[in-house]
């Protein structure tokens, strides 16, 4: 069985920068495309950044390209999100996902498996 921990959210002001990581376990990282979704409160989840099986593609949502880098690190099992210049509007609850399938994804549908969440806080 797979399974996704987040970590690495918390409370900032507007401007600062956080690292969330997704630790994967049960399989290789190499194993998945990967994703992080967030969702804010009354809104529907949103595709946020993804990278490919390789690693090698990413893509982003237009409202945090520039600012949002996704990574894979195979040998720690563990994916990351590295976040600058955070906004108010970034505020979320930030989900971490793995699909089985090679190419980058924006789609929820193509991914499988989900971890339970960590909270962004931007304050402006």
């Known amino acids: 069985q797979v399974q996704l921990v987040e970590s690495g959210g918390g409370l900032v002001q507007a401007g600062d920068s956080l690292r969330l990581s997704c630790a994967v376990s049960?399989?290789?990282?190499?194993?998945?495309?990967m994703g992080w979704f967030r969702q804010a409160p009354g809104k529907e989840r949103e595709f946020v950044a993804a990278?490919?099986?390789?690693?090698?593609?990413?893509s982003y949502a237009d409202s945090v390209k520039g600012r949002f880098t996704i990574a894979k690190d195979n040998a720690q099992n563990t994916v990351y999100l590295q976040m600058n210049s955070l906004k108010p509007e970034d505020t979320a609850v930030y989900y971490c996902a793995a699909g089985i399938g090679g190419i980058v994804s924006g789609a929820w549908r193509d991914y499988d498996y989900w971890g339970q969440g960590t909270q962004v806080t931007a304050s402006s």
């Open positions: 049960g399989r290789t990282l190499n194993a998945y495309r």
């Open positions: 990278v490919s099986r390789s690693g090698v593609s990413t």
